[in-house]
């Protein structure tokens, strides 16, 4: 909305603002549990330096960057909405309607971006409806947007379980690469957890054989050592008994979604099966955990007193009383140094992820890379000139195999990415346009052939590019023979060679007529029940919103009084 449907500026928009965004965010969740100022911003720089350490800025991870900056915020609101959270002396929490419903808005985004965190919410709404004592109707609100804005996923995971739509539930619109995603393992959440900040070398050998990248890699170890520490001692604080196990169904949740995630396959590259990002889990874990953190920071509360008696004279103490007093002093100063070394391990902690991401440019470093390749200006113009006009963009990567993908635009767009096609085809099924280009593409590898030529413009693609690899990525002698077979073949014509790739365009149809078929994506398009679910989101959205909509100051002040 804020940038009008614009795919590249939101794109740039979440990667520009995130950082801010969700250390502002995670702030604001430190603050349910803790008045600590110091150890909040402390908390909030660590849970930005997370995403650096993950690698989320380096890969351009749009959705995991949703989903770190609204998640905080949204368990905030949840707190807030059930009356759940610290307050100074003199002021009374007090349960909401309006964080209640800027809860159920601040978790579309994540739900949204990464549809497997639904699985754990809904482990963690059930145990928190029993683990609430009061105000239960809150919690009860907050999942209705979610579950609109994600329905139609969820049915057509239903609805074609039996073809392997359920893995869509698990993937995102990131392509998976077995590089990062790795492939399916049976790994422990710690062994994933490492591996996810780039510090385990081993590539799932155990926790044994784990080896840090130099002296920050080691520091985010043990950084991650002493912040599961003080969760676990969070669990024994008398003041936190209830907070604390619902933050630890939260870690537990995540770190379950983790496990699975890694054992379910996603899709199908070079490489074999990839498995699903583990990321959501990981980080739904480190958020249940940073939040025991600021459990075990204390209240951070200062305390009321009145300074003078309603004749002016100051306050007559007994003995006892004063022996209190004196031990409330000594057991303030303690507390404050506790909270000034707690600052200083998590500040250091988040200096370690930033160091550590930034010495490895080449996985986990902090730079984003924006290719420049693309189709010729030439490709770009017929491409603009109907939405129906596609080219096959085609390489060899060797004498025996070949790759191909479809492209309505010159780089591709994200809005292209299709996690329930790709878990189709990890789960063996292909439609037969697939089964036509793989045919095609085969047989002009291996000698010219004008009926491959036919029949990939029976198809509707109006272009063949040829894409010449880079010198150290070989496939180049292949990639020169499959361009010299396309030129010998008939039905085509050359029209732009450079070092980038060779364009052609197919001419035996005019290209004015030459379309894709999208008689199956104007059905969908005009279903009724795609209508009855855009109507019912958008009436409850604008519920949602309206009861969001911030009050007046003076109808906090009454609420307060």
Not at 431 to 454: E, G, M
Request: aromatic share 8%; hydrophobic share 50%.
């Amino acid at each position: 909305m804020i940038t009008a449907g614009n795919v590249s500026a939101a794109i740039a928009l979440v990667t520009f603002a995130a950082a801010p965004l969700m250390a502002l965010s995670f702030w604001a969740f430190a603050g349910v549990f803790t008045r600590s100022d110091a150890v909040r911003v402390a908390c909030g720089l660590l849970w930005a330096s997370f995403a650096l350490g993950l690698g989320l800025f380096s890969a351009g991870d749009v959705p995991m960057l949703t989903v770190m900056v609204f998640l905080p915020a949204a368990f905030a609101f949840v707190f807030r909405a059930v009356g759940l959270y610290r307050t100074e002396d003199q002021v009374t929490a007090h349960p909401s309607v309006q964080a209640a419903a800027l809860a159920a808005l601040c978790f579309v985004p994540p739900v949204a971006a990464e549809p497997q965190l639904m699985l754990s919410l809904i482990v963690v709404f059930v145990v928190f409806l029993a683990v609430v004592p009061r105000h239960r109707a809150m919690l009860l609100l907050i999942p209705m947007p979610s579950g609109f804005v994600i329905a139609p996923t969820i049915i057509n995971a239903v609805h074609h379980a039996s073809e392997g739509a359920w893995r869509q539930l698990f993937g995102d619109v990131m392509v998976p690469l077995s590089d990062r995603n790795g492939a399916p393992d049976a790994s422990g959440f710690a062994t994933l957890a490492m591996r996810a900040f780039g510090v385990d070398d081993t590539a799932g050998n155990g926790l044994a054989d784990l080896s840090a990248a130099g002296v920050f890699g080691i520091g985010v170890l043990v950084l991650l050592a002493v912040v599961t520490v003080l969760a676990v001692a969070s669990l024994f604080l008398p003041f936190a008994l209830r907070a604390s196990r619902m933050m630890w169904v939260v870690t537990l949740s995540g770190g379950a979604l983790a496990v699975a995630s890694s054992r379910i396959v996603v899709a199908v590259d070079d490489d074999g099966p990839v498995a699903g990002s583990v990321l959501p889990g990981v980080v739904f874990a480190l958020l249940g955990l940073l939040a025991c953190v600021g459990l075990v920071s204390g209240m951070a509360v200062h305390r009321f007193s009145l300074l003078r008696q309603g004749n002016g004279s100051q306050p007559v103490l007994t003995r006892l009383e004063g022996r209190k007093a004196k031990n409330a002093k000594v057991h303030a100063v303690f507390a404050r140094i506790g909270r000034g070394v707690l600052v200083a391990v998590l500040v250091a902690g988040a200096v370690s992820c930033t160091a550590a991401s930034a010495m490895e440019p080449g996985s986990n470093g902090l730079h984003a890379s924006r290719s420049d390749d693309g189709l010729p200006m030439v490709a770009t113009d017929y491409l603009g000139k109907d939405d129906a006009h596609r080219v096959l963009a085609i390489t060899a990567e060797s004498s025996t195999g070949v790759r191909y993908t479809t492209m309505r635009t010159s780089r591709g767009d994200l809005m292209d990415s299709s996690p329930a096609l790709r878990a189709r085809v990890a789960d063996g099924g292909h439609d037969s346009r697939d089964a036509v280009l793989s045919s095609a593409s085969a047989r002009l590898l291996v000698s010219a052939d004008a009926d491959a030529i036919a029949d990939i413009s029976a198809l509707g693609y109006g272009g063949l590019y040829v894409v010449r690899p880079s010198a150290d990525d070989g496939g180049s002698q292949a990639t020169e023979q499959l361009i010299s077979n396309i030129t010998a073949s008939e039905g085509i014509q050359s029209v732009v060679s450079n070092t980038s790739g060779v364009y052609y365009r197919l001419t035996l149809v005019d290209s004015a007529t030459q379309r894709v078929p999208q008689d199956g994506m104007l059905k969908q398009r005009h279903l009724a029940y795609r209508y009855a679910w855009l109507v019912c989101m958008g009436v409850v959205m604008g519920l949602y919103c309206v009861v969001a909509f911030p009050r007046s100051h003076r109808r906090f002040i009454e609420e307060d009084q």
